[in-house]
């Protein structure tokens, strides 16, 4: 059984920095792509960033490029959302995903697995 365990939100002012980790257990995650996701309350879920296996690609979204950065070290079997400079409309529950065979996506049919999330508050 593959478990995503989401950890690091927490509430920050405007134009501060969080960490985000995602630490897998299950399965290692060496050939997985992996991706971040966030849902804000009254939206919809949408394609934060995403990693591939080796973590040689890495692919954003546009609100987010430039000020996110994503990484994974996969002796750790643990993937990482560096997120700077942050604003009220990153506030949000970010959700931490596994894909199986893909390269990294931003589309979330192609994530096999899923954490429970992480909520993340950004004040103005």
């Known amino acids: 059984q593959v478990a995503l365990v989401e950890s690091g939100g927490g509430q920050v002012q405007a134009g501060g920095s969080l960490r985000l980790s995602c630490a897998v257990s299950?399965?290692?995650?060496?050939?997985?792509?992996m991706g971040w996701f966030r849902q804000a309350p009254g939206k919809e879920r949408e394609f934060v960033a995403a990693?591939?296996?080796?973590?040689?690609?890495?692919y954003y979204a546009d609100s987010v490029k430039g000020r996110f950065t994503i990484s994974r070290d996969n002796a750790k079997n643990t993937v990482y959302l560096q997120m700077n400079s942050l604003k009220p409309e990153d506030t949000a529950v970010y959700y931490c995903?596994?894909?199986?065979?893909?390269?990294?996506?931003?589309?979330?049919?192609?994530?096999?697995?899923w954490g429970q999330g992480t909520q993340v508050t950004v004040s103005s």
């Open positions: 995903a596994a894909d199986r065979i893909g390269d990294g996506s931003m589309w979330q049919r192609s994530y096999d697995y």
């Open positions: 990693v591939n296996w080796i973590g040689a690609s890495t």
């Open positions: 299950g399965r290692t995650i060496s050939s997985y792509a």
